[in-house]
């Protein structure tokens, strides 16, 4: 069995490395056969040259090109988070998927967008959300979401 990778590789940069990865391969193939270890022509106008600045401003822009790849639910944390779940479904609970993204309307009568990033069962056994809102990474809230005006949002946020 192949080792776990650390990271997921994501994005438009998979596809540029995989296009060098081929055109290197090429290039090996052609020096092996004897021939000229120059890219055709054609080859060649494939290849556009980018500044280092650009190459930066773009990763700022998107974010890098590689996701962490997220644990696997052990049998004990999925027994549990089973049996918060029916628990809250048989006391009649607003249930919401982790990952999911919601909005919720805020004191300041504005809708807050949102990510479910887990649930969990509060001291007097009722179900609270834990929230992270977009723009606020690594801040969670917890929500219990009976008490809250809130909605599935309708747009992924970029």
């Known amino acids: 069995m192949a080792p776990q990778a650390a990271c997921v590789h994501e994005g438009g940069g998979v596809e540029r490395r995989a296009a060098h990865h081929e055109r290197e391969r090429q290039r090996r193939q052609r020096e092996a056969a004897g021939g000229t270890t120059e890219p055709a022509a054609e080859e060649a106008m494939d290849v556009e040259a980018v500044s280092a600045a650009d190459v930066l401003a773009g990763v700022e822009e998107s974010g890098p090109n590689y ?23 048989q006391a009649g609970h607003t249930i919401v998927e982790t990952g999911t993204h919601v909005e919720i309307l805020g004191e300041q009568g504005l809708w807050w967008p949102a990510t479910i990033a887990g649930r969990e069962e509060d001291v007097d056994g009722r179900l609270v959300h834990e929230v992270e809102y977009d723009g606020h990474q690594g801040e969670q809230y917890w929500h219990m979401l009976d008490d809250e005006q809130w909605r599935r949002a309708t747009a992924m946020p970029t």
């Open 67 to 89: 996701a962490l790849p997220t644990a696997r639910e052990g049998q004990r944390e999925r027994r549990e988070r089973l049996r918060v779940d029916e628990t809250a479904k």
